[in-house]
T-cell receptor, first 115, second 115 residues
Framework: AQKITQTQPGMFVQEKEAVTLDCTYDTSDPSYGLFWYKQPSSGEMIFLIYQGSYDQQNATEGRYSLNFQKARKSANLVISASQLGDSAMYFCAMTLTGGGNKLTFGTGTQLKVEL | DTEVTQTPKHLVMGMTNKKSLKCEQHMGHRAMYWYKQKAKKPPELMFVYSYEKLSINESVPSRFSPECPNSSLLNLHLHALQPEDSALYLC??????????????FGPGTRLTVT
């Protein structure tokens, strides 16, 4: 079965600095999708970025980029130029081919952006 | 438009009540999901509907009864709940469930308290 690990329960970053949130995964399936979601205190899960297992290039979406290292089974999220509004819980998640698009989430990282 | 709406935002119910949670999307998505999220934990999948048919039930107790009246609507009927069922209930949708590469879009959730 697949597994997602986020080892950083909490992170602090200064405003305007970059921050990396770690995510490692474990699966023997060659085809999978990796996702990052942001969950502010309001509760809504906001989709940030997606990386497919066969994608050759790292995904980017505005200030978000995904550092995909397939051999190491890692999919770290990099947020550049942090803003106060980035303070939230961040979840790494994955789906498998044949898994019915079932999202498996990591335990999350609580990010706080400070002035 | 990547909006998924959920009503109500908050719900307090007694253990003998019957209530329903509603979810709606107008993105033409053919897969819809219910998740349960306890505080400071990742979401846990409950049900998946694909093309209006129930395709995954993650061994959810029968006091939770899902319904998909049409491709845009998803309901979760609640009956005889327990206090431990108090949680944030999230609805999500995706293009379909046949590929692991489709992101899921979440609604803002319903915060349920069972007294």
């Amino acid at each position: 079965a697949q597994k997602i690990t986020q080892t950083q329960p909490g992170m602090f970053v200064q405003e305007k600095e970059a921050v990396t949130l770690d995510c490692t995964y474990d699966t023997s399936d060659p085809s999978y999708g990796l996702f990052w979601y942001k969950q502010p205190s309001s509760g809504e899960m906001i989709f940030l970025i997606y990386q497919g297992s066969y994608d050759q290039q790292n995904a980017t979406e505005g200030r978000y980029s995904l550092n995909f290292q397939k051999a190491r089974k890692s999919a770290n999220l990099v947020i550049s130029a942090s803003q106060l509004g980035d303070s939230a819980m961040y979840f790494c998640a994955m789906t498998l081919t044949g898994g019915g698009n079932k999202l498996t989430f990591g335990t999350g990282t609580q990010l706080k952006v400070e002035l | 438009d990547t909006e998924v709406t959920q009503t109500p935002k908050h719900l307090v119910m007694g253990m003998t009540n019957k209530k329903s949670l509603k979810c709606e999307q107008h993105m033409g998505h053919r897969a819809m999901y219910w998740y349960k999220q306890k505080a400071k934990k990742p979401p846990e999948l409950m049900f998946v509907y694909s093309y209006e048919k129930l395709s995954i039930n993650e061994s959810v107790p029968s006091r939770f009864s899902p319904e998909c009246p049409n491709s845009s609507l998803l309901n979760l009927h609640l009956h005889a709940l327990q206090p431990e069922d108090s949680a944030l209930y999230l609805c999500a949708s995706s293009q379909d469930r046949t590929s692991p590469h489709y992101e899921q879009y979440f609604g803002p959730g319903t915060r349920l308290t069972v007294t």
